[in-house]
């Protein structure tokens, strides 16, 4: 990719882009500003794993939501491009995200 279309993809406070994977996903910061609720301490875990877990649930969220919109797509590859790069539908992805993290009201057991 280059480095324009790079700059295009934008990772703050709020969500990461994840390369690996095309997809954008929540910081813990992210939904502490929103709602008010640090994931970390939600997390009855050790210390140590509580950071893990609490990174676990926000990609079970983005996979939910990007699950969801590739179904109704038939091309997932242009879908993909336009979702990191348009900032329309980057903060349709955040605000999707934040109402299914408010959905959800107990963290999920890992696989």
């Known amino acids: 990719m280059s480095d324009w279309l790079d700059k295009l993809i934008l990772t703050d ?13 929540l910081t813990r910061r992210g939904v502490e500003l929103t709602t008010g609720i640090n994931l970390e ?24 939501i990007y699950n969801f919109i590739y179904s109704k797509s038939d091309n997932n590859e242009l879908l993909e491009y336009v979702m990191a790069k348009s900032q329309t539908s980057r903060q349709m992805l955040f605000d999707a995200m934040i109402a299914q993290k408010n959905f959800f009201k107990k963290f999920p057991s890992p696989p």
């Not at 794993?49 to 676990?56: E, G, V």
């Open 41 to 64: 301490k939600q997390v009855n875990t050790a210390i140590g794993q509580a950071s893990n877990m609490a990174d676990f649930y926000l990609r079970m969220i983005s996979d939910k």
């Open 13 to 25: 406070d709020l969500m990461k882009y994840d390369k690996i994977r095309h997809r954008y996903v």
